[in-house]
């Protein structure tokens, strides 16, 4: 059963710093990994997806990478702002259509 | 971007009520939308998956009579919560997937619903 795991569950930072989080999954067959940000009390906004054939992908201050044979995935968040303050999912897809989501980070970017 | 519309954003009801929960991709079809539940300071869990003009498959500890799940048309599926008690309290978000396949799934803003 695939478990996925991100640690810490909160962060809290000045703004400026660059930033790394985390994702650890159990299972190394996966078809992609997507990381997700979810502002409080709203759902999920897509940041990157990486198939699993792919090293990493960047979206502007963002950068994600893939290690599929030990299980990791980072996403590296550049120069923060404030407005980057939200939680943070990770979320792989096996085989099947399902994603497996883990816990999530809080982060807080203070001015 | 790809948009999924999900209504209403919350609901307060009163126990035994049922309530529905409609998702909508606006601008894509899908021929596979996604619900999960997700319980405070928790990460989301699948609930279903709803493939339109077939029946809805279940997760494992998932009431099949409890949540109904209709997928009508490639545009819009419907949760509904039956005889809702407290303990059903949650929030609750869909997902969909665009048909040309390949895309990541979309999500909603997400329903909070309240049983009191």
């Known amino acids: 059963k695939q478990e996925v795991t991100q640690i810490p569950a909160a962060l809290s930072v000045p703004e400026g710093e660059n930033l790394v989080l985390n994702c650890s999954f159990t299972?190394?067959?996966?078809?992609?990994l997507q990381w997700f940000r979810q502002d409080p009390g709203k759902g999920l906004t897509s940041l990157l997806l990486?198939?699993?054939?792919?090293r990493e992908q960047t979206s502007g201050r963002l950068n994600a990478s893939l290690d599929k044979s030990s299980g990791r995935s980072t996403l590296y968040i550049a120069a923060s702002q404030p407005g980057d303050s939200a939680t943070y999912l990770c979320?792989?897809?096996?085989?099947?259509?399902?994603?497996?989501f883990g816990k999530g980070m809080k982060l807080t970017v203070n001015p | 971007g790809a948009v999924v519309s999900q209504h209403p954003s919350w609901v307060i009801c009163k126990s035994g009520t049922s309530v529905k929960i409609e998702c909508r991709s606006l601008?894509?079809?899908?021929?596979?939308m996604f619900w999960y539940r997700q319980f405070p300071k928790q990460s989301l869990m699948l609930m279903a998956t709803?493939?339109?003009?077939?029946?809805?498959?279940?997760e494992q500890g998932v009431e099949k009579d409890k949540f109904l799940i209709n997928h009508a048309s490639l545009t819009l599926s419907t949760l509904t919560v039956t005889s809702a008690h407290p303990e059903d309290s949650s929030f609750y978000i869909c997902?969909?997937?665009?048909?040309?396949?390949?895309?990541?799934?979309?999500f909603g803003d997400g329903t909070r619903l309240s049983i009191l």
């Open positions: 997902s969909a997937r665009d048909a040309t396949g390949g895309q990541p799934q979309h």
């Open positions: 979320a792989v897809r096996g085989g099947s259509e399902k994603l497996v």
């Open positions: 990486i198939q699993s054939s792919q």
């Open positions: 601008d894509f079809q899908a021929t596979t």
């Open positions: 709803s493939n339109e003009g077939s029946k809805a498959t279940y």
């Open positions: 299972d190394s067959a996966i078809y992609n």
